[in-house]
């Protein structure tokens, strides 16, 4: 199997395949996946962590109408420049448009024999313990806040077992660079997520790609137990008759879900975190799951609109407003398979940041690329100040 892996997309679609089919013609091969890191109208920019100025439609509005159909089959995670309102519709993961499959905030699929693994969003220190606590319309701090890696999901990947052939990530694990040549790097100091790096020790997944950083960096990990090795590449955004393989739910991943759906924290609070930490036993559950799936197959339901397309002719300030996320169908399938209740519609405890909690102003991360649009790397370069 052939696989095609791109960097920060910012919703250039077109570039991507635009390449992938040119390299498919140079190179005589076909290409079966294409792994990456989505707006669908002019009212998913409010959910949209970028500057104003740096809001486009792209193109991927275009293949969520259907008028294109993405030619091979895409796999991605989120990072920090999507529309959020839509992500969390398909937290579980789900098709975002016709053969395109979000992997959800942390979730593992099978494409063909290959057990995939992803991790959306970027660490940040101070929003990692809190729990799910952002729902559309967002406020200046939830914009940001919700796209933060949160320690609940990060625990559910670390009760798998299981060889995971590839494993995506945003922002790179912690210290990676010190598996590479650190030296061509720009940045340099505290770089990297915690959590990313927890996981990378605990799976050690044959392959590691990330990218974020919009610059490429390759790095070989070897892990002191079992001899295992994780190759990780870090990548750069897009710029200016086969055998077919179909996404499929993991039966691990799915038991691991509904053993900890129960303690999913949908609000401010922490959550029961000596539940996430203890080792699980997942016989039974894994044994429910298993016939479950016999009955119902290992196949996501299709993919179904849930908001209004773009149209080119639509003026953003005119887009029909929609309060909250709807119920994707897609999701409400997938919890009917595991016998779970949907929760994601549930009220939080507050819109608003409990003063409690540092502002996005008071404190430095851990990494240092805070929650700046990435968009802006690009004005930077024709010598416009970021802001800070």
């Known amino acids: 199997m052939k696989i095609a892996v791109e960097g920060c997309m910012h919703g250039d679609l077109d570039k991507v395949y635009d390449t992938i089919k040119y390299i498919e013609n140079t190179r005589n091969i076909k290409i079966d996946l294409l792994l990456c890191y989505a707006v669908r109208n002019g009212k998913d920019m409010d959910s949209l962590n970028v500057a104003p100025k740096y809001r486009e439609m792209k193109s991927f509005w275009i293949y969520y109408l259907g008028l294109e159909v993405a030619p091979i089959p895409t796999i991605f995670i989120g990072g920090n420049n999507e529309a959020s309102n839509y992500l969390w519709e398909l937290y579980y993961g789900g098709w975002a448009a016709p053969n395109i499959y979000f992997l959800g905030y942390a979730v593992v699929v099978k494409f063909g024999n290959i057990r995939i693994n992803g991790l959306s969003g970027i660490y940040n220190a101070p929003n990692y313990c809190l729990g799910h606590h952002e729902r559309p319309p967002y406020n200046d701090n939830t914009i940001r806040s919700v796209y933060h890696v949160r320690e609940y999901d990060v625990h559910k990947l670390m009760h798998l077992e299981k060889l995971i052939d590839i494993f995506l990530s945003h922002d790179w694990p912690l210290s990676i660079t010190d598996y590479g040549n650190w030296q061509q790097l720009i940045q340099q100091g505290t770089l990297g997520s915690k959590p990313a790096a927890q996981l990378l020790k605990k799976l050690r997944p044959s392959y590691w790609f990330s990218a974020h950083l919009h610059c490429k960096f390759t790095a070989l990990v070897e892990h002191e137990e079992g001899g295992r090795v994780t190759k990780f590449l870090a990548l750069d ?16 991943w799915l038991a691991i879900t509904r053993k900890l759906n129960c303690v999913f924290p949908l609000t401010f609070r922490r959550g029961d975190v000596g539940c996430w930490r203890t080792k699980l036993d ?24 849930t908001a209004p397309p773009h149209k080119p002719f639509d003026s953003y300030f005119f887009c029909i407003s929609i309060n909250g996320s709807p119920r994707n169908p897609q999701i409400v399938s997938f919890l009917e398979l595991l016998d779970l209740p949907y929760v994601l519609d549930n009220a939080s405890d507050s819109r608003d940041t409990p003063s409690s909690l540092p502002q996005k102003d008071d404190y430095s991360e851990d990494i240092p690329n805070e929650d700046e649009d990435d968009l802006e790397d690009d004005a930077e370069r024709n010598n416009e100040n970021r802001s800070s």
């Open 237 to 252: 955004k897009c710029l200016p008759g086969r055998k077919f393989f179909q996404v499929q739910y993991d039966e691990e």
């Open 282 to 305: 997942m016989q039974d559950c894994r044994q429910w799951v298993k016939s479950r799936m016999e009955d119902r197959g290992a196949k996501p339901c299709e993919f179904s609109q």
